[in-house]
C-alpha cells in the first residue's frame, strides 16, 4: 500500500517527461494542457475566466480539473500535462525521489486556515493528542500525510497508533454526514464543508512553520521548461496577472471563482482568507523561492528538504534527494520582480 501510489505516480510523471516534449501545435500554437486541483476558490481561477494563459502564452490552452494531487498524478499516467498547479509538496517530492526532472516554476499559496484537522464534537477528540487510537480520514500521499505526520510528531503520539482511512475529498463529505468518520484531514472546499456541517478545528495549517507548511504549487518538467522559456514566463506571468487582479478588482475575481468553483460568492471569499496568496514578484523573495544563492535557504525549498524528510521517516519514499537544485526555478519569475 505504501508504495503503490508511488509507482503510480512513478508512471505517471514518466509519461509526463516523455510526452509533454513533442506537444503538436494548432493554428501554429503552442498546444499547451494546464491541470489543476480542486482546491477552492483561487487567483488562478481569474487567470483561466479571463483567458490570461491565452493571452499571455500565445497558446492553444486547455485545462483539466483533479481533486487531490495523487488523482492526478495516477492520470498523468495516460495523459500529457504542460504543467499542473494547485499541486501540493509531498506528491512532488515523491516525484523527485524517484529521479523525475519536476521542476515548481510558481508557488501558488501557503494555507493557513484552509485546511487542517477537523473533527466531530462528540467524538471526543479535542486535541491531536487524543488522535490516538482513532480513525482519520485523509487522501494518503498527498500533502495531508505530511500534515498529519507532523501534527502527530509535536504532540508525541506514534504516527502508527492512528487509523488512516484513505478517500478523496468528495467521500469525506459522505462520510461524514453517515458517521463512517468522526474526523478528516483535508483542504478547502471540504474542510470548510466540515466546519460548516459542524465540525471543530483542532489544527489548521497555518499552525505550521513557514519552512515545513503546506504550499499549493505549480510545476513542469524541468527539461521542457529549459526548452520553453517564453511560454514558461507567459505561464507565471498569467498567474502573477490573475493575483493582480485578485487586489485590484476583488469583487469580479470573487464573481470569477465562485463561478469556476460553483458556489456563492460569500462561500468563494471565505475560502481565499485561508490562503497567504503569492504574486509573480514574490517567487524571488526569501519567503518563497528566493534567488541566486538564496534559493537553498528559501522556505519553498527547506519546505521540499523538511517535507522529503518526514515521508522518509514514516516510509513514504525511501531515501532523501540530495538536493532540489534543479526542483526550485525562480528564473520564470525573474521579470516580474520589482
Given at each position: 500500500?505504501?508504495?503503490?501510489?508511488?509507482?503510480?505516480?512513478?508512471?505517471?510523471?514518466?509519461?509526463?517527461?516523455?510526452?509533454?516534449?513533442?506537444?503538436?501545435?494548432?493554428?501554429?500554437?503552442?498546444?499547451?494542457?494546464?491541470?489543476?486541483?480542486?482546491?477552492?476558490?483561487?487567483?488562478?481561477?481569474?487567470?483561466?475566466?479571463?483567458?490570461?494563459?491565452?493571452?499571455?502564452?500565445?497558446?492553444?490552452?486547455?485545462?483539466?480539473?483533479?481533486?487531490?494531487?495523487?488523482?492526478?498524478?495516477?492520470?498523468?499516467?495516460?495523459?500529457?500535462?504542460?504543467?499542473?498547479?494547485?499541486?501540493?509538496?509531498?506528491?512532488?517530492?515523491?516525484?523527485?525521489?524517484?529521479?523525475?526532472?519536476?521542476?515548481?516554476?510558481?508557488n501558488?499559496?501557503?494555507?493557513?486556515?484552509?485546511?487542517?484537522?477537523?473533527v466531530?464534537?462528540?467524538?471526543?477528540?479535542?486535541?491531536?493528542?487524543?488522535?490516538?487510537?482513532?480513525?482519520?480520514?485523509?487522501?494518503?500521499?498527498?500533502?495531508a500525510?505530511?500534515?498529519?505526520?507532523?501534527?502527530?510528531?509535536?504532540?508525541?503520539?506514534?504516527?502508527?497508533?492512528?487509523?488512516?482511512?484513505?478517500?478523496?475529498?468528495?467521500?469525506m463529505?459522505?462520510?461524514?454526514?453517515?458517521?463512517?468518520?468522526?474526523?478528516?484531514?483535508?483542504?478547502?472546499?471540504?474542510?470548510?464543508?466540515?466546519?460548516?456541517?459542524?465540525?471543530?478545528?483542532?489544527?489548521?495549517?497555518?499552525?505550521?512553520?513557514?519552512?515545513?507548511?503546506s504550499?499549493?504549487?505549480?510545476?513542469?518538467?524541468a527539461?521542457?521548461?529549459?526548452?520553453?522559456?517564453?511560454?514558461?514566463?507567459?505561464?507565471?506571468?498569467?498567474?502573477?496577472?490573475?493575483y493582480?487582479?485578485?487586489?485590484?478588482?476583488?469583487?469580479?475575481?470573487?464573481?470569477?471563482?465562485?463561478?469556476?468553483?460553483?458556489?456563492?460568492?460569500?462561500?468563494?471569499?471565505?475560502?481565499?482568507?485561508?490562503?497567504?496568496?503569492?504574486?509573480?514578484?514574490?517567487?524571488t523573495?526569501?519567503?518563497?523561492?528566493?534567488?541566486?544563492?538564496?534559493?537553498k535557504?528559501?522556505?519553498?525549498y527547506?519546505?521540499?528538504?523538511?517535507?522529503?524528510?518526514?515521508?522518509?521517516?514514516?516510509?513514504?519514499?525511501?531515501?532523501?534527494?540530495?538536493?532540489?537544485?534543479?526542483?526550485?526555478?525562480?528564473?520564470?519569475?525573474?521579470?516580474?520582480?520589482?
Amino acid at each position: 500500500m505504501k508504495k503503490q501510489w508511488f509507482q503510480a505516480a512513478t508512471a505517471a510523471l514518466l509519461a509526463l517527461c516523455y510526452v509533454t516534449s513533442g506537444m503538436v501545435h494548432a493554428a501554429d500554437k503552442q498546444q499547451v494542457i494546464i491541470g489543476y486541483e480542486d482546491n477552492g476558490a483561487d487567483p488562478y481561477m481569474v487567470s483561466m475566466a479571463e483567458h490570461l494563459f491565452e493571452r499571455h502564452m500565445n497558446a492553444d490552452v486547455q485545462y483539466k480539473m483533479f481533486s487531490s494531487g495523487p488523482a492526478a498524478m495516477s492520470a498523468l499516467a495516460s495523459n500529457s500535462l504542460t504543467f499542473m498547479c494547485g499541486l501540493g509538496v509531498p506528491p512532488l517530492v515523491a516525484a523527485i525521489s524517484q529521479g523525475l526532472p519536476m521542476t515548481i516554476v510558481y508557488n501558488q499559496e501557503r494555507y493557513t486556515n484552509a485546511a487542517g484537522i477537523v473533527v466531530k464534537p462528540e467524538s471526543g477528540i479535542d486535541s491531536v493528542a487524543a488522535l490516538k487510537g482513532k480513525k482519520i480520514a485523509i487522501v494518503a500521499g498527498s500533502q495531508a500525510s505530511f500534515e498529519l505526520a507532523t501534527f502527530l510528531a509535536q504532540a508525541h503520539v506514534p504516527y502508527a497508533s492512528v487509523t488512516q482511512i484513505n478517500m478523496a475529498p468528495p467521500q469525506m463529505r459522505t462520510s461524514w454526514v453517515t458517521g463512517a468518520i468522526d474526523a478528516a484531514i483535508v483542504w478547502d472546499p471540504v474542510f470548510s464543508a466540515l466546519r460548516e456541517a459542524g465540525g471543530k478545528v483542532i489544527k489548521t495549517d497555518g499552525d505550521l512553520p513557514r519552512e515545513a507548511s503546506s504550499y499549493n504549487v505549480c510545476i513542469a518538467n524541468a527539461d521542457w521548461a529549459k526548452s520553453h522559456p517564453e511560454v514558461v514566463r507567459g505561464f507565471v506571468a498569467a498567474l502573477d496577472q490573475g493575483y493582480q487582479m485578485t487586489q485590484t478588482q476583488r469583487d469580479h475575481a470573487l464573481a470569477d471563482m465562485a463561478k469556476e468553483t460553483g458556489v456563492t460568492v460569500p462561500v468563494a471569499t471565505s475560502e481565499l482568507a485561508g490562503y497567504e496568496l503569492f504574486s509573480g514578484a514574490d517567487q524571488t523573495t526569501p519567503k518563497v523561492m528566493g534567488t541566486g544563492a538564496g534559493v537553498k535557504t528559501s522556505a519553498t525549498y527547506q519546505t521540499l528538504v523538511n517535507t522529503a524528510k518526514v515521508l522518509n521517516q514514516i516510509g513514504r519514499i525511501d531515501s532523501v534527494p540530495a538536493s532540489f537544485d534543479n526542483n526550485v526555478a525562480p528564473q520564470y519569475s525573474q521579470h516580474l520582480a520589482h
